[in-house]
């Protein structure tokens, strides 16, 4: 095992994933040369849909961070950031960003054309902190972008009233008089349903597909996930419910003829946290002894349906739970998560990577170690490491704690 | 006909031997160095010679520890969870917990009723705590290993290191030195900080009596004593704690051997 490396992939759909990034590359910079305003935002919330209805490019800073990791620039950009001053301790993607918008960024050759500059730039004051922080630093480093300084409680998904909703839906308002001043591009309402739909409908089929993986053999194991791309950047668009369906259509059939990454399924495993995106190879790793990892924490991370007649309120609703989901704004929500896709998945140990650049999403796993064998029997691991930085991994210390667990499953299944 | 275990550990390397009854025939202790590949292999032909035991009477060799993957000649590989678990129960049958401090990880491990690994918790991937740890410490206090349990236990005063980062804990100890701190109330106070390290790691398994404590550490006196107050009972000790891995190794290679004929 190497201490970077690809996954090895087995669903046909991936090579069709390759296309659709490097489409999406390329769209944002083709976007760029046309004189479309760009606009840069953070993730999982329901801004995406309002920027594709307006036909504003979206650009996600926090998704060039894994493609940064998958192509080994990562170390440049956290030199960059280093060199001026962030501490190593801060998150990953905050170090990449900033790193690389300071460095790479002005040079050429960089890989899928790398990112065009932003007209716009979505601030948000709320998710976790880095995220807040990365793009006041970005303010200071694109200061012609028009800012919009975006805000949302922070509240647990289950106690979400409906003056949180008013004021999301306030929000969302907002936001599209926003853009329709700086861009002066008028929001058609027929398009937002069109572009909700999409987004809904992509959320449907994210679910069905995960649901084929609760077959025994599963049809496609956390090497995959990348298929997550389309819901991270694609929202809203046919080309994700494209891509999703022929993910979904592979799926189906595989089940239907019994056919799982593995032929000799022992191990169901779950992965708890982000993934390496420098070493997404580790989930091939458990294959060697008869271990699959199944689901993971983002399994259940896309599953917010849309109410297509009332899109407005549908996006306030998804800008509201979507982060809280997958964090700790909640660790109630996010054990019983846990707890819930480990039951439907039929998983017989979990792997809780407790990720030195995330705080947010590590901070519950004692709570999920403990409820996972109070409530299901399930034992876990926790492992060290970082979702971005490789230098914070330890490939010898993963591979005793890992396969000494997957020994310890293999002999109380046996 | 024989059964080897080998454990490359990130500082030293281990080979039992076990004849076909399971009694240890030889054993061979050493450093493993910049080569786990080399240190295992010369780990193997010394414990061959120091038993009198020609290579083709072995049957199947278990590797275990960090260079476990580098034995080219091993039969099979088990980690050293697995292997400290069976080496200890074996020495001492009524072991439920195992606490193993190693040259770079710490564990406790908790095993069932049938000897099996039930849970584990190991150290971050800090090696602060570990025998690393002792290493360093012994050489900023300019004392043997095999010194520092018995000096310790003269200690008069209590005082703390707090740093959790060996290199920080370094230059506590180096400060201390420089205020003409007695020795032995410093490395007290090192095996506290080891002991203070390795307790939510026996919370997170939870101790349950017999304990065992393998690995090289538990040659320390101190800090055996110190394990032995937090746990609030008795710690078995093997006489050679450092082998165990290997043994346990050496058990598993009889037991494949077993299955596959």
Redesign the interface.
Same mark, same amino acid.
């Given at each position: 095992m190497e201490k970077t490396g690809k996954s090895r992939k087995r669903l046909r759909a991936a090579k069709e994933l390759n296309r659709v990034v490097t489409e999406y590359y390329v769209e944002c910079g083709r976007a760029k040369a046309e004189g479309k305003p760009v606009g840069w935002m953070p993730p999982m919330n329901g801004a995406i849909e309002i920027f594709y209805a307006m036909d504003i490019q979206p650009v996600f800073p926090e998704n060039w961070s894994p493609i940064c990791a998958a192509f080994g620039l990562a170390e440049r950009n956290f030199e960059v950031a280093e060199g001026m001053g962030y501490s190593r301790d801060l998150c990953g993607y905050m170090r990449n960003i900033i790193g690389y918008v300071h460095g790479l960024m002005k040079e050429e050759g960089t890989p899928l054309g790398g990112l065009p500059e932003p007209d716009i730039l979505l601030s948000p004051g709320g998710g976790c902190v880095p995220v807040i922080k990365i793009f006041q630093a970005l303010e200071r480093r694109f200061p012609n972008a028009k800012v919009y300084p975006a805000d949302l409680p922070q509240v647990p998904t289950e106690e979400i009233r409906q003056h949180h909703v008013d004021y999301a839906i306030a929000e969302i308002h907002r936001l599209i008089d926003f853009l329709s001043q700086a861009t002066g591009r008028k929001l058609d309402q027929d398009r937002l349903k069109e572009v909700v739909k999409l987004s809904d409908r992509s959320c449907e089929l994210w679910d069905e597909i995960m649901t084929y993986r609760r077959r025994i053999p599963t049809p496609f194991s956390a090497a995959e996930i990348g298929i997550m791309f389309v819901m991270v950047t694609r929202q809203g668009t046919q080309t994700a419910v494209d891509f999703l369906t022929t993910v979904r259509d592979e799926v189906k059939e595989k089940s239907a003829q019994g056919l799982g990454v593995l032929e000799q399924e022992k191990i169901r495993l779950f992965w708890d946290n982000i993934p390496l995106w420098y070493n997404m190879g580790l989930f091939n790793h458990f294959e060697g002894m008869g271990g699959v990892v199944v689901a993971e924490t983002y399994s259940s991370a896309w599953s917010l349906r849309l109410d297509v007649n009332r899109p407005i309120e549908a996006l306030a609703l998804k800008s509201l739970k979507s982060y809280p989901m997958v964090s700790c704004v909640s660790v109630d929500k996010r054990v019983e998560m846990v707890i819930k896709a480990c039951k439907e998945y039929s998983i017989d140990g979990a792997i809780l990577h407790r990720n030195k650049s995330c705080l947010p999403i590590t901070l519950g796993q004692m709570d999920i170690k403990r409820a996972l064998e109070a409530e299901l029997g399930i034992p876990s691991i926790v492992i060290d490491a970082d979702h971005m930085d490789s230098r914070n991994f330890s490939v010898e210390q993963f591979r005793t704690r890992v396969d000494a667990f997957m020994e310890m499953l293999l002999a109380r299944k046996s | 006909m024989y059964f080897v275990g080998i454990d490359v550990g990130s500082l030293s390397t281990e080979t039992v031997i076990l004849d076909h009854a399971g009694a240890v025939v030889s054993y061979h202790i050493s450093s493993t160095g910049a080569n786990s590949r080399t240190a295992g292999e010369k780990s193997f032909a010394a414990a061959l010679a120091s038993g009198g035991i020609a290579q083709s009477e072995v049957n199947f060799t278990v590797a275990t520890g960090?260079g476990r993957v580098s034995i080219p000649f091993a039969d099979k590989t =088990? &980690?050293?969870? &697995?292997c400290h678990a069976r080496g200890a129960v074996h020495l001492f049958p009524a072991t439920q917990t195992i606490i193993d401090v190693g040259g770079q %990880?710490s564990k406790v491990i908790s095993v069932s009723q049938d000897g *099996? =690994?039930? %849970?584990?918790?190991?150290n %971050? *991937?800090c090696a602060a705590g570990t025998g690393r740890f002792l290493e360093v410490m012994a050489r900023a206090l300019e004392i043997g290993l095999d010194r520092m349990g018995p000096l310790s236990m003269r200690s008069t005063r209590d005082i703390s290191i707090s740093s959790m980062c060996t290199v920080f804990a370094e230059s506590e100890v180096i400060s201390l030195v420089a205020r003409a701190t007695p020795k032995e109330d410093i490395l007290n106070a090192i095996h506290q900080s080891i002991c203070n390290r390795l307790a939510p790691l026996m919370d997170a398994v939870g101790i349950r009596m017999e304990v065992t404590m393998t690995g090289g550490v538990a040659k320390n006196t101190g800090i055996v004593e110190k394990i032995r107050e937090k746990v609030g009972g008795r710690i078995n000790v093997p006489e050679e704690p450092q082998i165990v891995g290997a043994l346990g190794a050496a058990l598993i290679a009889r037991d494949m051997s077993a299955h596959a004929q």
């Open positions: - | 960090y =088990v &980690t050293e969870i &697995t %990880d *099996k =690994v039930a %849970d584990f918790s190991m %971050d *991937k």
